[in-house]
């Protein structure tokens, strides 16, 4: 697959767990679904990494860290948003809810945060060793 390629299959599973990040609570197949859905989430970027490390291409290396950095910063900021916000309006909490399913998609869809956030620290890690 092309760098291109891998990025519109990002993209499009991106879209497809910012959507289904939506379902309330799922239990049963449906949650294994989102949590498998979830963790292919990663791969391309993945693919992108490991295929930046062994052509020595930095700007794709920055690239991935520095999504990766934006998702790991906004979730941290829309969560502390979210617990300050918990004795205001409603309103306030759904469009705060809302942005963090946008901001943290694997995360919300697949109900098993940590997972995701391992997962982008992961991608953060890798290339931030793979700066120099």
């Avoid at 390629?5 to 049963?28: R, T």
């Avoid at 918990?86 to 946008?102: K, R």
């Amino acid at each position: 697959m092309t760098k291109k390629q891998l990025y519109l299959l990002w993209g499009v599973l991106f879209i497809i767990c910012a959507g289904l990040g939506f379902i309330p609570e799922p239990e049963g197949a449906v949650r294994i679904f989102l949590t498998v859905l979830s963790v292919a989430f990663f791969l391309p970027p993945a693919v992108l990494v490991y295929r930046a490390m062994k052509e020595h291409d930095r700007a794709e290396l920055m690239l991935v860290r520095n999504l990766s950095a934006a998702s790991l910063g906004l979730t941290l900021v829309t969560l502390v948003l979210n617990v300050a916000a918990a004795m205001s309006s409603e309103t306030l909490g759904n469009i705060l809810h809302t942005v963090l399913v946008v901001v943290s998609t694997p995360m919300i869809c697949s109900n098993f945060w940590f997972l995701s956030l391992f997962l982008w620290a992961c991608l953060l890690m890798v290339t931030l060793q793979q700066r120099k």
